[in-house]
């Protein structure tokens, strides 16, 4: 993959998709939960599907822990009492925007932000994979869709530097079938060009491709690249919508059940 720096307000994220890219995804969205009716399609769909993309931070990995510890570094450093890990954990999945602003109140229009976003980053880098691990189960799923012939890869908004060693630190970079970040391709997600990308990379028709990730803008993305879509509403989430309102196909609360609903891609 190739290395291309981006000025972003996320830090560990690629640039944000603009507003007029990603709004007509959320129109799909709403208050409403997915009817019963379309659950049942769903499900049958999913039975087409032939590979599966997972989502990073979140999904796969557990990351928070040092991404946290990345912006308490900073908190100690100018003589602040550390924030808990529970309270920024909801935020991980929005990099260094999410964590600064739940460490220190400030967001990207800041004057102090651009140069304590390369402090957060220059402390993640250094301390990449302390405490992170594979959600509980995760590693059994990934085995099970080895031993059934299922490809499967990795689609991050995380930009490269970052998201190739770690996922050479947590022993996926020999099994993923692809590893897609945020600075892959033009766009990072809601855009669909990231997920299309890797269906591209693993030649798979993207209508027979299922999407996991912890986020709303995963969800987004999966819609509109045609993908089955599965909120894992065990990961991150964020703090506003629950993932029960992201239209996504399919909800799950543990690996354990997303182990359960794969059972059914071959």
């Not at 004057?111 to 402090?119: F, H, I, K, T, V």
């Not at 989430?237 to 629950?242: E, M, R």
Request: proline share 8%; charged share 25%.
């Amino acid at each position: 993959m190739n290395d291309r720096p981006n000025d972003n307000s996320n830090s560990t994220d690629a640039d944000p998709t603009p507003p007029s890219v990603i709004e007509p995804v959320r129109t799909f969205m709403s208050d409403d939960p997915t009817p019963s009716s379309q659950q049942e399609l769903d499900k049958d769909r999913l039975k087409l599907c032939q590979a599966v993309l997972f989502d990073l931070d979140g999904t796969i990995a557990d990351t928070a822990p040092d991404l946290v510890a990345a912006v308490n570094k900073m908190r100690h450093d100018r003589g602040l009492e550390m924030r808990p890990l529970e309270t920024l954990r909801p935020l991980a999945s929005a990099g260094a925007r999410g964590l600064l602003g739940g460490a220190f109140e400030i967001s990207p229009e800041h004057p102090d932000y651009a140069s304590m976003r390369e402090e957060f980053l220059a402390n993640y880098e250094a301390d990449l994979c302390i405490e992170t691990t594979l959600f509980p189960g995760i590693d059994e799923l990934l085995d099970q869709l080895d031993a059934r012939g299922v490809r499967w890869g990795i689609v991050t908004n995380k930009v490269t530097r970052l998201a190739e060693p770690l996922v050479a630190l947590l022993g996926l970079a020999e099994r993923a079938a692809c590893l897609v970040c945020g600075d892959t391709t033009s766009h990072s997600k809601p855009h669909p060009a990231p997920l299309l990308h890797a269906a591209e990379l693993m030649e798979e028709k993207p209508e027979q491709v299922v999407y996991v990730g912890d986020d709303l803008r995963d969800v987004q993305a999966g819609f509109a690249a045609g993908m089955v879509t599965v909120a894992a509403a065990y990961g991150y989430c964020g703090t506003d919508l629950p993932p029960t309102r992201w239209h996504a196909d399919h909800v799950v609360e543990t690996t354990i059940e997303l182990q359960q609903l794969l059972r059914d891609v071959q």
